[in-house]
């Protein structure tokens, strides 16, 4: 079985040799045994109610708290197994908020390759953006759900043409989704707006210029209507006009 001695007790679980020997002086971590030339030694199980003990007085256990619970208690098991619960709730809840700020982090490093040009007002514009994302995720799935039945009938409308001859659901696939086509997009430009990089500003452009205007998933090629600045600016969320 193995010993122990305070110094190797105190290195396992992460604390000073003086801390050992005060849970000793105050009878709540007793040594097994002592050497023949009178060194405490502890046991595995010694060890392990060592670890409870440092547990404990991490959740804000007091000395004497911990000694009543240890010495007293008929079945301390129970109230540290609640205590145990108690602290992995807490702990995945700040590993969640710490998720959180990961995410957050790392859409603000995305957000920065797009500004060529660092500023204190580049800031507010992430944030601004930040801060509208979700609303902007909303209207790309609602574009997406919207638009799975055409691209199914689509590909049924094809495959029949090419397998039987037959042409005409073709012709319906695309008498339907001219007008589906016009309202998504009216739709889809009407609730977006644009960042300037150069004066900051949330401008909306007409719809012909953001429509044949170049663009990636994020920026758009566009004249900003506040300061005439002609460049990529940055697509966000903004509330309809009436």
Not at 95 to 123: C, N, P, T, Y
Not at 145 to 164: A, D, E, K, M
Not at 200 to 213: D, T, V
Request: hydrophobic letters at 40%; charged letters at 25%.
């Amino acid at each position: 079985m193995s010993k122990y001695t305070t110094g190797e007790v105190a290195k396992l679980c992460g604390v000073s040799v003086r801390t050992v020997q005060y849970y000793d002086s105050r009878g709540i971590l007793i040594p097994s045994e002592l050497s023949e030339g009178g060194r405490r030694l502890y046991s595995e199980k010694d060890l392990q109610r060592m670890k409870i003990i440092c547990f404990l007085r991490d959740t804000g256990l007091s000395i004497n708290s911990i000694g009543d619970l240890l010495n007293n208690e008929e079945d301390p098991g129970s109230v540290i197994s609640v205590l145990l619960e108690q602290q992995e709730q807490s702990v995945k809840e700040e590993l969640l908020a710490e998720q959180k700020k990961l995410e957050r982090l790392e859409q603000i490093k995305q957000h920065l390759k797009e500004i060529k040009l660092f500023s204190v007002e580049s800031i507010g514009d992430i944030a601004y953006r930040m801060e509208k994302k979700k609303e902007l995720d909303k209207l790309h799935m609602l574009m997406l759900i919207s638009g799975i039945p055409f691209s199914v009938l689509q590909i049924l409308s094809v495959i029949l043409w090419i397998t039987t001859g037959i042409w005409w659901p073709f012709l319906v696939y695309v008498v339907l989704m001219i007008p589906y086509g016009v309202w998504i997009t009216r739709l889809y430009f009407h609730r977006v707006v644009y960042i300037c990089p150069q004066c900051h500003g949330i401008f909306r452009p007409s719809f012909k210029q953001a429509f044949w205007a170049k663009h990636t998933p994020t920026l758009r090629k566009l004249t900003c209507t506040l300061c005439g600045y002609h460049g990529y600016c940055v697509e966000t969320y903004g509330k309809e006009e009436k």
